[in-house]
């Protein structure tokens, strides 16, 4: 999800300011490093840190943490948040996104640091105040809330159809870049409507991305994931793969195949084993 905001910072913004965030009126957005230092204390490191204004006078720094669970301690977004304001002299938000309601709620209550004056309250986007667009006029004038409404409400065909309907009015320079990321932030249930809308209706398949997969039918791009699965699994445990055997793997369309060269991947000393 963090990509989506990588590669388009403006989204932050938009989101920060459609929760009632006043934020400043710059065009100067740059990522900055999320690595937070307190020496003699060890790194604090988030996921995505973000920086309004010229590098000489920052205006305001955010920090974007995706969540899909409670794992991470609230207090670590606190940290987040006073380390950035020491860092940058300047205010510093910390935006949660996620797609579940309970960990919304979880990272929503205020945080007591212990410091006198200061309780942190993180920034939350999730179910309880994503609306649902249906309005593909909406769509058009918010496309990053309504890419995040997907997201979260997509099982409701309504505002699949109300998505797909809006970003086919925006700029073509848009469109590619906001139907992969609303793939690839919906979660797998999601995605699968989404995948089943892109073979049947008039979903503008536009990116690179959705035409490979997509385009050329459904079962093939399921193939193509496992095997890129199968080279993560490999790459993770350090085997070396030649390219002889990277290229059978890639060109493999047989996904029984490829699930039984996976599980067989966990355990395999070679790369020759895995074929034997």
Known sequence: MKNLFRDCPQAAVEILQSLGVDLPDTSLIREESPVFNTRPSDDLESDLVLVLGPPQQPLRGIAVEPQGDKSKDPVQLARYAAAGWLQLQCPFHVLVVTHDR???EHYAKPVRTGLPGYTFQAIVLGPHNVPVITDPNQVTAQPVLAAFGVAIHGL????????????????????PAYTEH?????PRDIQLLLEDDMRTTDWPVYSPFAKEHFGRGLAEGRAEEAARMLLLVLETRDLAVPDESRT????????????SWTRRAVTVATIQELFD
């Open 102 to 104: 309970k960990v919304a």
């Open 182 to 186: 609303t793939y690839c932030i919906s």
């Open 156 to 175: 409701d065909p309504a505002v699949r159809s109300a998505y797909a309907k809006g970003i086919a009015l925006l700029p073509s320079d848009y469109t």
């Open 248 to 259: 059978r793997i890639t060109s493999c369309t047989d996904l029984a195949q490829l699930e």
